[in-house]
């Protein structure tokens, strides 16, 4: 069973910075594609960065050269940086795993940005 814990979300003013983290409870991002989405409120889950098993990235118009998403393998952790907010960044930031054909999502974390 794969686990994925979420932490470092919370309230930043408007052009601040915050770093999200994701760990796994085991050594999965090295094969698999993973990544970060949001739901805003009242809105669906959108992608915000992506990493597929090969290394290669994606990003939503929205977030690129302000978001950026990494990984520790020696911590299995993957991390989402975000600089430079907005107030229209403020969401639930989820991240996921694609292990071995299964979806894994962690619990979700609040991100709210003040004006």
């Known amino acids: 069973q794969v686990q994925l814990v979420e932490s470092g979300g919370g309230l930043v003013q408007s052009g601040g910075s915050l770093r999200l983290s994701c760990a796994a409870s085991?050594?999965?991002?090295?094969?698999?594609?993973w990544g970060w989405y949001r739901q805003l409120p009242g809105k669906q889950r959108e992608l915000v960065g992506t990493?597929?098993?090969?290394?290669?990235?994606d990003y939503a118009d929205s977030v690129k050269g302000r978001f950026t998403i990494s990984r520790d393998n020696a911590k299995n952790t993957v991390y989402l940086q975000m600089n430079s907010l907005k107030p229209t960044d403020t969401a639930v930031y989820y991240c996921?795993?694609?292990?071995?054909?299964?979806?894994?999502w962690g619990q979700g974390t609040q991100v709210t940005v003040s004006s």
């Open positions: 085991g050594s999965i991002f090295t094969t698999s594609g």
């Open positions: 990493e597929n098993r090969f290394g290669n990235t």
């Open positions: 996921y795993v694609d292990y071995r054909g299964n979806i894994y």
